[in-house]
């Protein structure tokens, strides 16, 4: 089916390999599909209107292939990129799936783990960097705690500063020109991860040799899992310039991680979301960090990759309706309006200002009694949603 919402690569969505790829393994059930090859991959999400395509290393080579075997993937990785127009704009490293991560890679209390963990994003950089990657993510799924007594916060925020900062000075010798993202996650697969939210993110970057090089990867599922306004939390990443990629997805508020199909479960979040990004200026790439339900097959796996896609432009197009609807722009306009009386009072600190605002006489009972019209405006919003409007 073509139409106004078929997703095309100028719509800049992405799929990690290991999304349509989910064999629909779970912590309870054995893989329900077959594996695909990530040539594979590349022309299913080529054949469906995707930009480009993400991975970990481990995603595409085996860990324990030969120096040979890793070659003849890359290249076949890389023909079919080129055979099917695909970019790579994102790369990360698996460092949660391999036994010796059992206790974190960066925040193992083991030396010689955290040495190695280095050692392994190195080299998936170079991957990375091979295959065109800009953002270069990382998600610290073992980086936590079950038992608290085993491991000291402050050792934890130290040792991964001091992997960041090994990373970004390398990175900087090496003259790749790559930016680092990111992602928070509360908990799962460990008790506790350290920096569980993007907002903590955002304060530990500050702390960093090269801050300039690192940003964030707010995903969806993760803020909700800690209980937080996902949109919140990516306006407070874009405020500080630190929105440098976006996991998508969906999840039913604070449970297990779930990776849903975008919009499946909070479509007024997923619409409150997209008109923000539509509108604040993002244009990095849209990455749907997601898997199909384990009830589907092959087909329905694409269904899904499809569904992701369609739902963002949808959204985009009722964001577009929402700023072009008069009754609403009329009633965000009344709810926005300045007040002459007191916008001298407000703005950047000057003794003139403090001391008309401490002599400033303020009606309370009228500012108070003001209704806001919230109601009438978030039922013109859900009516658009609906479809009726
Ligand atoms: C999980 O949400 C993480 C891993 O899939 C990956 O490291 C990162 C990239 O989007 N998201
Ligand atoms: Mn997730
Ligand atoms: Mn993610």
Do not use: C, S, Y
């Given at each position: 089916m073509q139409d106004a919402y078929t997703p095309r690569p100028e719509h800049r969505f992405t799929f990690g390999l290991w999304t349509v790829g989910n064999p629909g393994r779970d912590p309870f059930g054995d893989p329900v599909r077959a594996t695909l090859t990530a040539p594979a991959i590349v022309e299913l999400l080529a054949g469906i209107g995707a930009h480009g395509v993400n991975l970990h290393d481990e995603d595409l080579l085996p860990r324990d292939a030969d120096a040979a075997t890793r070659e003849r993937i890359t290249v076949d990785f890389e023909k079919a990129l080129a055979d099917h127009g695909l970019r790579v704009p994102m790369a990360t490293t698996n460092l949660f799936s391999d036994p010796v991560f059992k206790d974190g890679a960066f925040t193992s209390n083991d030396p010689g783990v955290r040495a190695h963990a280095l050692q392994r994003t190195m080299r998936a950089i170079e991957l990375g960097v091979r295959l065109g990657a800009e953002t270069y993510v990382f998600w610290g799924g073992r980086e936590g705690v079950e038992s608290h007594v085993s491991k000291d916060p402050l050792d934890a925020i130290r040792w991964f500063r001091d992997a960041l900062n090994f990373l970004t000075h390398w990175c900087k010798d090496q003259g790749y020109d790559l930016k680092f993202a990111l992602e928070a996650k509360p908990n799962e697969p460990r008790g506790d991860l350290?920096?569980?939210?993007?907002?903590?993110?955002?304060?530990?970057?500050?702390?960093?040799?090269?801050?300039?090089?690192?940003?964030?990867?707010?995903?969806?599922?993760?803020?909700?899992?800690?209980?937080?306004?996902?949109?919140?939390?990516?306006?407070?990443?874009?405020d500080a310039g630190k929105l440098f990629h976006i996991d998508l997805n969906d999840q039913a508020g604070p449970r297990y991680d779930q990776d849903l199909r975008f919009g499946s479960s909070d479509i007024k979040g997923a619409f409150h979301l997209v008109r923000f990004l539509e509108e604040c200026g993002y244009d990095g790439p849209l990455h749907f960090d997601a898997h199909a339900y384990r009830t589907e097959d092959a087909a329905g796996v694409r269904d899904f990759a499809i569904g992701c896609m369609r739902t963002y432009r949808i959204l985009a197009d009722k964001a577009a309706r929402m700023r072009a609807d008069a009754e609403i722009q009329g009633i965000l306009a009344e709810i926005r309006r300045d007040d002459p009386a007191v916008m001298p009072l407000l703005g950047a600190y000057t003794a003139e200002r403090a001391a008309a605002l401490r002599a400033h006489a303020f009606d309370t009972e009228a500012l108070a009694a003001r209704g806001m019209r919230y109601e009438r405006l978030d039922q013109l919003v859900t009516e658009l949603l609906l479809g009726i409007r």
């Open positions: 350290f920096l569980p939210t993007t907002g903590a993110m955002l304060g530990f970057i500050e702390t960093l040799d090269h801050k300039e090089m690192v940003g964030v990867n707010p995903e969806v599922a993760h803020e909700r899992m800690a209980g937080l306004d996902f949109t919140h939390a990516v306006a407070q990443a874009w």
